[in-house]
């Protein structure tokens, strides 16, 4: 069945980089996605990745997936206090009207 | 552009009560949605719908919660009677559509609810 798994904390030094992971179980994903949940708000979305890609690059955000091993990781660098938050991958494939199912999130916390 | 509205953001309830809450999409946005979000937890998709029509409702518990999209606009989500465990942020998303390809979806800040 469809399953998405995270890694539920991480905490980090600001300025370093952060290592979200997640797997899934669906081989026939198409797309990948990492969303943003900050306290009280709704999920904003960061970044996406199509699933004949490996990697991603957008600003300090880079996002790598192993199709293989269904594994995905999202890096994020120079991490500051702003990004503390949670955040959720989240897989859709197609044949299931595009819904989305989504991990239980990690929650980041960065440290000063 | 104005992003995906919600309200109200916060409500309590006691149990056995009833409740609504209201989402106006994204304008253009044929897609809305409802998701479910426990504390702790993942969104759970409620319900789908796509312009008037429901796309999947597999996991709207149908004996006590009932959607509505009747303009194919903005949506109702009512609760009726609720219950302790249907305390949750409920989170309104849209998107443009269901062609091939990537689904956006822009979520709302949600409505929080508090059943006593």
């Known amino acids: 069945g469809e399953d998405v798994e995270q890694s539920l904390f991480l905490s980090v030094r600001e300025g370093d980089s952060s290592v979200i992971n997640c797997t899934y179980t669906?081989?026939?994903?198409?797309?990948l996605y990492w969303y943003k949940q900050e306290p009280g708000a709704g999920l904003q979305l960061l970044t996406y990745?199509?699933?004949n890609m490996d990697m991603k690059q957008d600003q300090r955000l880079t996002v790598l997936l192993n199709k293989k091993d269904k594994h995905l990781s999202l890096r994020i660098a120079d991490t500051q206090t702003g990004d503390s938050a949670i955040y959720f991958c989240?897989?859709?494939?197609?044949?299931?009207?595009?819904?989305?199912?989504w991990g239980l999130g990690t929650s980041l916390a960065v440290n000063p | 552009e104005a992003g995906v509205a919600q309200s109200p953001r916060y409500k309590i309830i006691e149990k056995r009560q009833s409740v609504a809450f209201w989402c106006n999409p994204i304008?253009?946005?044929?897609?809305l949605y409802w998701y479910q979000q426990i504390l702790g937890q993942g969104p759970k998709l409620l319900i789908q719908?796509?312009?008037?029509?429901?796309?999947?409702d597999s996991q709207l518990p149908k004996d006590r919660f009932s959607a509505e999209r009747l303009k194919g606009v903005d949506s109702t989500l009512k609760i009726q009677p609720a219950k302790l465990e249907d305390s949750a942020v409920y989170l309104c998303?849209?998107?443009?559509?269901?062609?091939?390809?990537?689904?956006?979806?822009?979520f709302g800040p949600g409505t929080r609810l508090t059943v006593t």
């Open positions: 998303a849209s998107s443009l559509g269901l062609s091939a390809g990537k689904v956006e979806q822009y």
């Open positions: 990745i199509f699933s």
């Open positions: 669906d081989s026939s994903s198409t797309y």
């Open positions: 304008s253009g946005h044929a897609t």
């Open positions: 719908f796509q312009n008037n029509g429901v796309v999947d």
């Open positions: 989240a897989e859709t494939y197609a044949g299931n009207n595009r819904k989305l199912i």
